[in-house]
């Protein structure tokens, strides 16, 4: 049972009938605040900003909205990069592109790649498509008999190129 | 065009500044470490210092500064170190149609207060230096039970009031406990009617002198209902509210509010962090783990619990594997690290329940 209220406070029906009210007056611009806890992934339209931390350097840098879809994926692109080391490859999400400061003079702010080693070689393929990448490399690692293998050339619909190229067989 | 510019250090944009460990309630939740059993309560630090500290960090491109404590109103120079920070002109990257600059601008200011202290020309100073205005309200009839003291939460509804007729911006912050989830809606329902501009819910992590009371604790399925209750009242009102603390998307999927912003990722040592009435820098006010004096901040980019964060090392290692995984914490992490000394623990809120649901 609720306990009773005290005197001055109003009835659940008095609240609503004021919420009804104050629905028609103007609404305050959602302000985000810096309270205790606070939002961390904030929508994309009540900010103009984001920040990246390099976690080579550790310096931070801004970024403009047009980054912004880059720098959401980040988080998914290491733990797929995590997952398929788990299945046996040296992958690294290379991501320094988006650090004012490591960035390489000749590649443009914002370019990922991966870097991947295989035995002695180590090399880096750019990323245009994650997602597709992570999806025909697990399917790769996992495959164990001729229906997986059918299945996974079924998912490349023929073209081995991609995955060639993300193995160090081609260089794209 | 510029579209990316490196930051002028590596700190996240706001600081909370713990200015003193001193109160004037005693609220049962009340997740302070300082108020832990066993713990020690430092000397608050001088004018002079926080001064210092403040000045340090807006030159760091920090440049949100919460004012809290303890209460942050009982120090006697809180007028003179809030004019002082509103008087300070920082250097804040700016964004204008997708171009990036540095720019010269006056600090965004919070003052996180339990309400006692905000007379009329407090309001109106804080009105005058642009600050906004947090209040707690942690429930109406269970009021005095849950902050220890004898008031009734009128106090509060009136400074939502005052603050209202001057313009001044204010949110409600509501921490749910067992104790006052009975009357959430009510709760919530009050502080928009009697003017409050937002809505801040934290639902009730085992910290401080909430470690001392476990009658506070919520079931999962009052955690799972809060946000779901929240919303109900916002919508009613067409006014828009905050989850603070991190939930699990297993139990709230963020895209089936719509005036209610659910977080699932944490933002200690991204978003914010916090300095302590003692000077020492820690990842959150939760957090009871100090990390270094504020004037060691540099040390924090190699310091391992920092970065656990930064990077979300952190994360449960039982949520992996699942589909969310990237996109949300598993829970307040810091209270993993209080409940279960693991900062890869689980949330209090799976105590009992498996961690998939």
């Excluded at chain 1, 750019?126 to 690692?141: K, R, V």
């Excluded at chain 2, 005693?26 to 001064?51: N, Q, R, V």
């Excluded at chain 2, 209080?338 to 209090?348: A, E, H, I, W």
Aim: with cysteine; charged share 25%.
């Amino acid at each position: 049972m609720p306990k009773r209220l005290p005197k001055f406070v109003l009835s659940k029906d008095k609240l609503d009938e004021k919420l009804a009210l104050l629905k028609q007056s103007p609404v305050p611009p959602p302000e985000p605040i810096a309270m205790c806890y606070s939002i961390a992934l904030p929508s994309p339209e009540d900010q103009k900003t984001f920040s990246y931390i390099c976690p080579l350097c550790g310096r931070k840098t801004t970024h403009s909205v047009d980054k912004w879809d880059i720098l959401f994926q980040l988080d998914q692109i290491r733990d797929a990069s995590q997952t398929l080391r788990e299945k046996g490859l040296e992958i690294y999400l290379d991501d320094k592109n988006l650090c004012s400061n490591c960035c390489k003079p000749r590649y443009a702010l914002g370019e990922l790649f991966w870097r991947i080693t295989i035995g002695e070689r180590t090399h880096f393929v750019e990323i245009y498509d994650w997602e597709n990448d992570y999806s025909i490399l697990t399917s790769f690692l996992s495959a164990r008999n001729k229906s997986d293998y059918d299945k996974l050339m079924l998912k490349l619909s023929g073209d081995l190129s991609r995955l060639e190229i993300l193995l160090g067989k081609t260089n794209g | 065009m510029v579209n990316s510019i490196l930051a002028p250090s590596f700190l996240p944009d706001t600081v909370v500044l713990e200015i003193t460990s001193k109160c004037n309630h005693s609220c049962l939740f009340c997740s302070c470490p300082w108020y832990s059993k066993d713990a020690i309560i430092e000397h608050d630090l001088t004018t002079d210092e926080w001064k210092e500290i403040i000045y340090e960090f807006s030159q760091q491109g920090v440049f949100r500064f919460s004012f809290s404590g303890g209460e942050c109103t009982l120090r006697d120079d809180i007028y003179e170190l809030l004019d002082f920070t509103s008087k300070l002109s920082i250097k804040k990257v700016c964004s204008k149609d997708n171009d990036l600059f540095l720019g010269n601008t006056n600090p965004d200011i919070v003052v996180l207060s339990n309400g006692n202290n905000c007379s009329e020309s407090f309001l109106s100073f804080l009105k005058r230096i642009n600050a906004h205005l947090s209040v707690s309200l942690p429930g109406l009839s269970t009021f005095p039970k849950l902050t220890g003291i004898g008031d009734s939460p009128e106090t509060v509804l009136e400074v939502f009031e005052n603050a209202a007729k001057i313009g001044l911006q204010t949110t409600a912050a509501i921490t749910v406990t067992k104790i006052n989830y009975f009357e959430l809606y009510e709760t919530i329902a009050a502080a928009l009617a009697a003017g409050a501009g937002a809505i801040l819910l934290n639902r009730y992590l085992p910290g401080g002198r909430g470690l001392l009371h476990p009658e506070l604790d919520l079931s999962f399925e009052q955690v799972k209902m809060i946000p779901i209750i929240a919303e109900d009242v916002l919508r009613k009102a067409n006014r828009y509210g905050h989850v603070g603390t991190e939930y699990p998307r297993c139990i709230a999927n963020p895209d089936s509010f719509k005036n209610l912003r659910v977080g699932t990722r944490c933002a200690a040592a991204t978003g914010f962090f916090v300095i302590g009435p003692d000077g020492f820098i820690r990842v959150c006010n939760y957090s009871p783990k100090r990390l270094c004096n504020w004037r060691n901040w540099k040390s924090l980019i190699d310091n391992e619990y920092w970065r656990g964060y930064v990077f979300r090392h952190n994360r449960p290692i039982e949520c992996k594997g699942c589909s969310q995984y990237s996109l949300c914490d598993g829970g307040c992490r810091e209270c993993a690290y209080v409940f279960s000394d693991n900062l890869c623990g689980r949330d209090p809120v799976f105590k009992t329940k498996p961690i998939f649901v």
